[in-house]
């Protein structure tokens, strides 16, 4: 049985909450929104599943629930990935050297410059446990998840392609696709 609430099969979550410097909010969301527009440095990860920041500027439920107010807004950064934590942190700060001063530069004790093993570091040090993470494919990596998407979408194209063909046709263009 697994006990580590990080992990769902061979896929694992991280969870990090930075606190944001005084008055960096606004320049930290802006660079978040030029991420957007531009893609995901998280893309250059070949074993990331999902990545996301968020901006937590407080917690205010939509219940009755009092508000949870915060003394400063955090970013809050989590990903699934493939893999193994120490690794994935390391190609984490490699790959995103040149965004992470513009990310978690901002966050109050980050590392100056916030990269390599330093900001590796600062993110395990602001790491929290994810509590119950449930991956929609705990077995397959990015990969796989990758091939099955390019598999869909051959026999997709096939499917289409193979619309008004008569049985001997239909059966030849499938064993030339499927190299039988």
């Known amino acids: 049985m697994n006990t580590d609430p990080d992990r769902s099969g061979q896929a694992r979550a991280l969870t990090v909450l930075t606190p944001i410097e005084p008055r960096a909010q606004d320049d930290l969301r802006r660079y978040l929104e030029e991420l957007k527009a531009a893609g995901s ?3 250059r990860l070949p074993r990331t599943h999902f990545g996301r920041w968020v901006i937590v500027a407080d917690f205010t439920p939509d219940d009755e629930r009092k508000p949870d107010h ?3 807004p955090y970013l809050l950064f ?3 990935f493939d893999g193994a934590l120490d690794s994935y ?3 984490l700060c ?3 050297a040149a965004e992470a001063p513009a990310i978690w530069g901002r966050c109050a004790g980050a590392p100056k410059p916030p990269t390599g093993a330093p900001l590796k570091a ?3 040090a602001h790491q929290a446990k994810t509590g119950f993470f449930v991956a929609a494919y705990p077995q397959a990596t ?3 998840v990758h091939a099955a998407l390019k598999q869909r979408e051959d026999v997709i194209a096939f499917a289409r392609a193979a619309q008004g063909m008569d049985p001997a ?3 030849a263009a499938f064993l030339e696709q499927v190299g039988g």
């Open 41 to 43: 440095p998280l893309a």
């Open 169 to 171: 046709q239909l059966q």
């Open 70 to 72: 915060l003394a400063v």
């Open 78 to 80: 989590t990903a699934c």
């Open 122 to 124: 600062y993110l395990r």
């Open 142 to 144: 990015v990969g796989h």
């Open 89 to 91: 942190l390391d190609e």
């Open 94 to 96: 490699d790959e995103l």
